[in-house]
């Protein structure tokens, strides 16, 4: 199969895998030869990429970090809890979240626990879901980054659980944000930008009353958008003032925000995202945490088109653990020309790498 950007798929190809809602019903299965009025509804539905049929990629394959049925039931809690806070008022969401307490740790148990048997490296892209609620989604994908992070960084036990409590749980103040400015598709006002940046201490209010919770976890509400130079909020902490689960999910948190498709923004890929983490290295973002972070996720999915230094193209149709930016390519064109198909390990060809890489915003 072969990832296409849903802006540039032709009438008549043919979906490769299903496109679910975040409940697990199939909307488009797989087979299904896509007419231009599906393409445009994936495109309202704001779905950046799909994954096609290709006579040269039918053995690539593209697995799941999750399961299925781990995502779902996430999904569900996390909505389901949500929902709760956003309907109670504010004298009764302790006992709310004292409540769902239980349900947030055994949720966090399951995504480690299939973290640890995945042998391959984290990656989300595989699946194509339509969304509800952006923050459901957004908190779900950041607590698989930053728990596969806590991973790579050998954190002990303890200290995983909370900080996956604290990455399921670093948006819940956006549940007193208007979705008006929340959803908005257009500039913030200056105003409107006060209210988005007041979630940061909103979560921090609610979460540090429940007695259930440890109080770290508010702080990880309270600190993911602090900034190591001092420029992000609410407090503009500096380097050592923030606590290293704030810096680790503020990766996380920033990682998600731009491969995701939103209303002001098409989703960039792994690679893209990582460049721009990289940029920010030592002044926005700790420089240990987005190295620990680029080997342990998917930087050029499978599927993925790409040209190599030595002026060949190919698609990704494997993953290398440990060397993630050498991954194994489909080569099928050569000066121009299309050739019978052979794969080429970049970690056994050293000197060879990507050069560039056809986004899911560009034509392939």
Not at 92 to 119: A, C, G, Q, R, Y
Not at 281 to 290: F, M, N, P
């Amino acid at each position: 199969m072969r990832l296409v950007g849903t802006k540039n798929i032709k009438e008549g190809a043919t979906l490769a895998k299903p496109i679910l809602n975040d409940r697990g019903k199939v909307l488009v299965n797989s087979g299904v030869q896509l007419e231009q009025r599906v393409i445009q509804r994936l495109l309202d539905f704001g779905v950046s990429y799909v994954y096609l049929e290709d006579k040269n990629t039918k053995d690539i394959k593209v697995n799941p970090t999750i399961s299925e049925q781990v995502k779902m039931e996430a999904m569900q809690t996390i909505e389901k809890s949500f929902d709760a806070i956003k309907k109670t008022d504010s004298a009764n969401i302790s006992m709310v979240m004292e409540k769902s307490t239980p349900v947030f740790k055994k949720l966090v148990d399951k995504v480690l626990s299939e973290l640890k048997s995945h042998d391959d490296l984290t990656s989300i892209m595989s699946d194509v879901y339509l969304y509800d609620n952006y923050i459901f989604s957004h908190s779900l994908n950041v607590t698989i980054y930053t728990l596969a992070l806590g991973l790579e960084l050998k954190l002990p036990p303890k200290q995983m659980e909370i900080l996956g409590l604290g990455a399921i749980l670093h948006d819940i103040g956006k549940m007193s944000i208007p979705l008006d400015i929340l959803m908005k598709p257009g500039k913030l006002t200056a105003e409107e930008y006060e209210i988005i940046k007041n979630h940061a201490e909103a979560g921090f209010e609610i979460l540090r009353k429940v007695q259930s919770l440890p109080l770290l976890v508010s702080h990880c509400a309270y600190q993911h958008h602090e900034r190591l130079n001092g420029s992000g909020y609410p407090r503009g902490l500096k380097e050592e003032e923030i606590h290293l689960f704030g810096k680790i999910i503020a990766v996380a948190d920033v990682f998600d925000a731009i491969t995701s498709n939103r209303v002001y923004h098409d989703a960039l890929l792994p690679h893209e995202a990582l460049e721009i983490l990289y940029t920010g290295s030592s002044r926005l973002y700790d420089a240990k945490i987005v190295e620990a972070f680029r080997r342990s996720v998917v930087l050029y999915p499978n599927g993925l088109s790409v040209k190599l230094s030595n002026g060949e193209k190919g698609i990704v149709c494997n993953q290398n653990k440990g060397m993630n930016e050498r991954p194994i390519i489909r080569i099928i064109e050569r000066e121009g020309k299309e050739i019978s198909p052979y794969d080429l390990d970049l970690k056994e060809n050293l000197s060879i790498v990507i050069t560039e890489c056809d986004t899911i915003q560009t034509p392939l």
